[in-house]
């Protein structure tokens, strides 16, 4: 049935059972045109000029087709595509949708269900909205762009080797992006203020569930998001094997906050945020669960970044300039993490629990002679810095560098032959290295390598303690500076203790310490430059203590037989 216009506007309904239909509606004003197509081999064409426009297409059965072009103001168009009764010679049939729609209050809602889906939306002007749904096909894709103010654009697909493509340029853009299926690729791209993106999505593994080729070959779930602007938010959520996530949020602005969520195998994601965090809350969070997990973190400002793995053979990688805060914490086996910050006030704090690492140790560690196994690295150039490294297992190894001043650096290990390294160059720099604690073994069952802790400071006032309880252990202290405080405690047997501190005058005068070696503004007290205290309690140790400075202090303690201290003192 065709329905002629009334006048003053116009009106177009088509109503077609049968093989091989044909709809092309052509109207100009204010249109309406409803088109339904029962039957085979259907296509529908429909273009609306200025007015308040609306077309509503329904296709069932069939290899469908569907281009609408509106254009004016107040645009709706809705299509529905289902090829659940094409027939055999139909197998390969493809389902288009494709809405163009321009000026202001534009709506389109596309759904298909069949074979090879695809559906376009190119919407412009303000307050755009797009929903698409696809179901229970292969192969399917769905672009959406919107330009203009107070887009929203919803996507949905469920089947196989699903893509979605979406560009939001404005203010206040909203996505969500849902893939059921392996091969899912999701990109999103945001340009304006407030902007959310959320992009869940769940994959297969398997060599038949990976892309073929291209930069994803190899990947069955890929979601990236690219935001520009404050405010910008981006929760992305994949499960499966082989995923790729990549959230980018590019200004100088606040507020922006990134949430990645996967949990399989193979996982990746990235996140790189420029801008100034003032929630007070961590605007970067990522979530791994399973194995071969691997996390980057790339901030530039005033930022937070939080990273959690859980699993197996893990990877972290944080890099961050100016005031940030980096917190890892990895559970399972064969971890590394790196934390790189530049800047005033950076805080990092590394947990890893776990045993039987194996990885390659941090290049500015290589002369120490340190093979890593769980890893753990973090460099500092900056003010005020603050690291903390936790680790529990065997076979650890932590490796801090530190530069500027009043930095602080804490390493707690627990386990057999855990390894620690703080390099330190400033002032007023503090490290703290203990419990390298063995499993309570008697007779361990002990590798080529010793519990080793080796801290290095270059600067004045530093201080230095190490603390170990493992079989066996070696600790090595080398101070630089001025009033340079070390304290070793070793409780272990046939462990070595070694002490280099050399007097570096800063210029400052004459400091009044006491007989701790600590400062002390009281008069009459002695002047100590470097003070060394090592203690060892059990069989079979060596302390070596070499000092060069004025009024040096060294006291050895040791309590266990086969004992040997080597003490050299030398004037400045």
């Known amino acids: 049935a065709i329905t002629a216009p009334a006048l003053g506007q116009s009106t177009s309904t088509v109503n077609q059972t049968g093989n091989s239909n044909d709809a092309g509606i052509t109207q100009t004003g204010e249109n309406t045109s409803t088109a339904t197509q029962t039957g085979n081999f259907n296509e529908i064409d429909v273009l609306q000029a200025d007015g308040k426009n609306t077309s509503t297409v329904t296709q069932t059965a069939g290899l469908a087709k569907a281009d609408i072009n509106q254009s004016g103001e107040g645009n709706t168009s809705t299509v529905t595509q289902n090829n659940s009764e094409v027939p055999a010679a139909a197998a390969a049939a493809t389902l288009f949708a494709k809405v163009t729609q321009s000026s202001e209050d534009n709506t389109s809602r596309i759904q298909q269900t069949g074979l090879g889906q695809s559906a376009t939306v190119d919407q412009s002007g303000d307050g755009d909205t797009s929903d698409i749904f696809q179901n229970f096909g292969s192969d399917n894709s769905a672009e959406v762009t919107q330009d203009g103010t107070d887009n929203n654009s919803t996507v949905t697909q469920n089947g196989i080797d699903g893509s979605a493509d979406v560009t939001q340029t404005g203010i206040s853009e909203t996505s969500f992006i849902t893939q059921n299926g392996p091969a899912a690729d999701a990109t999103v791209v945001q340009s304006g203020t407030d902007n959310q993106s959320t992009i869940m999505q769940t994959g297969g593994t398997g060599s038949n569930a990976t892309f073929a080729m291209g930069p994803n070959m190899g990947r069955t779930v890929v979601a990236e998001v690219t935001q520009e602007g404050k405010d910008g938010i981006s929760n992305v959520t994949q499960n499966g094997g ?157 490796n801090v560098l530190q530069q500027g001043n009043n930095n602080t650096s804490n390493i707690n290990s627990s386990g057999d032959y855990a390894d620690a390294a703080v390099s330190q160059v400033g002032n007023d720099n503090f490290a703290n290295v203990i419990r390298q604690t063995a499993n309570g073994n008697d007779v361990p069952n002990q590798p080529n390598i010793d519990a080793t802790a080796v801290i290095l400071q270059n600067g004045s006032d530093n201080f230095a303690t190490i603390a170990q309880d493992a079989v066996p252990n070696n600790a090595t202290i080398t101070q630089n500076g001025d009033e340079n405080d070390a304290t070793i405690t070793q409780t272990a047997a046939n462990a070595t203790a070694t002490v280099t501190q050399t007097q570096v005058e800063s210029g400052n005068g004459i400091r009044i310490r006491g007989a701790d070696g600590r400062d002390n503004t009281a008069p009459n007290q002695s002047i100590r430059s470097n003070f060394s205290n090592i203690v060892q309690s059990a069989v079979n140790t060596r302390a070596e203590v070499t000092q060069k400075g004025d009024l040096n202090g060294s006291e050895v303690l040791q309590s266990g037989t086969g004992g040997a201290a080597d003490e050299v003192s030398q004037p400045g």
Do not use: C, P, W, Y
């Not at 979530?287 to 400002?301: H, L, Y």
């Open 242 to 398: 082989r995923q790729f996530a990549s959230v980018k949020q590019d200004d100088d602005a606040s507020g922006q906050q990134s949430r990645i969520v996967q949990g399989g195998s193979r996982q990746t994601a990235t996140v790189t945020q420029t801008g100034t965090n003032t929630s007070g809350q961590e605007n970067s969070l990522i979530n791994q669960s399973g194995s071969r997990q691997t996390a980057t973190v790339m901030q530039d400002g005033d930022n937070k970044s939080t990273v959690t793995q859980s699993g197996n053979l893990h990877r972290a990688v944080v890099n961050q300039a100016e005031a940030s805060t980096s917190t890892i914490t990895q559970s399972g086996s064969q971890n590394e993490a790196e934390v790189l910050q530049d800047g005033v006030g950076n805080i990092s704090t590394i947990t890893q629990s776990g045993e039987r690492g194996d990885v390659e140790g941090n290049d500015e560690f290589e002369d120490l002679g340190i093979e890593a196994f769980a890893d753990a690295g973090v460099t500092q150039l900056g003010d005020g810095n603050i690291s903390t490294v936790t680790q529990s297992g065997e076979l650890n190894n932590a």
